[in-house]
T-cell receptor, first 109, second 114 residues
Framework: GQNIDQPTEMTATEGAIVQINCTYQ??????LFWYQQHAGEAPTFLSY??LDGLEEKGRFSSFLSRSKGYSYLLLKELQMKDSASYLC??????????WGAGTKLIIKP | IAGITQAPTSQILAAGRRMTLRCTQD?????MYWYRQDLGLGLRLIHY???????GKGEVPDGYSVSRANTDDFPLTLASAVPSQTSVYFC?????????????FGEGSRLTVL
């Protein structure tokens, strides 16, 4: 069946690095998305991976291993504004998007 | 500024009442979606439309209906609201067919059914 797992909540310190993991079991694979969602706001796009490897975009990087059904989002030089939920979503072979429940990231000074 | 507009942003509704959530986009995107977001669960797709004039059922379509008369508008109707439909509803759009691209979300509509 379809399943996307990510930790419910993580805490990190301002200026540090945090890695948010996402594992998935889906019906086929056409790519994996990461979205950021601040409390009370809409999700906004962060990254899209369809090939194995690391995609770097400023302070944020996203990694994908299709053989392991695994991705992570790496946030460097954490800032207080990075406090948000981070949503992992997989595009299945039928082009339906399956969403994880999200990881709430708390940044402490 | 281009984007997606949802209305209302918040609504309290008595059970059994009919309610339409409005969604308008000005990006000329072909595909539009309605999701609900509940605490502890991922976004769940209610209905979608790959292009004007066509609609499809998502993961949780029961109790909801949609229409896509034109490219810009994609209203979601609850024919007879029930408390389990209390949720935050997000409308989204993407430029390609199906879910091949980045989704752009509206700000959400918080619905409480009593």
């Amino acid at each position: 069946g379809q399943n996307i797992d990510q930790p419910t909540e993580m805490t990190a310190t301002e200026g540090a690095i945090v890695q948010i993991n996402c594992t998935y079991q889906t019906s086929g694979f056409n790519g994996l998305f990461w979205y950021q969602q601040h409390a009370g706001e809409a999700p906004t796009f962060l990254s899209y991976n369809v090939l194995d490897g690391l995609e770097e975009k400023g302070r944020f990087s996203s990694f994908l291993s299709r053989s392991k059904g695994y991705s992570y989002l790496l946030l460097k030089e954490l800032q207080m504004k990075d406090s948000a939920s981070y949503l992992c979503a997989v595009l299945e072979s039928n082009y339906q998007l399956i969403w994880g429940a999200g990881t709430k990231l708390i940044i402490k000074p | 500024i281009a984007g997606i507009t949802q209305a209302p942003t918040s609504q309290i509704l008595a059970a059994g009442r009919r309610m339409t959530l409005r969604c308008t986009q000005d990006m000329r995107h072909n595909a539009m979606y309605w999701y609900r977001q509940d605490l502890g669960l991922g976004l769940r797709l209610i209905h979608y439309s790959n292009t004007a004039g066509t609609t499809g059922k998502g993961e949780v379509p029961d109790g909801y209906s949609v229409s896509r008369a034109n490219t810009d508008d994609f209203p979601l109707t609850l024919a007879s609201a029930v408390p389990s439909q209390t949720s935050v509803y997000f409308c989204a759009s993407s430029s390609g067919q199906g879910d091949t691209g980045e989704l752009f979300f509206g700000e959400g509509s918080r619905l409480t059914v009593l």
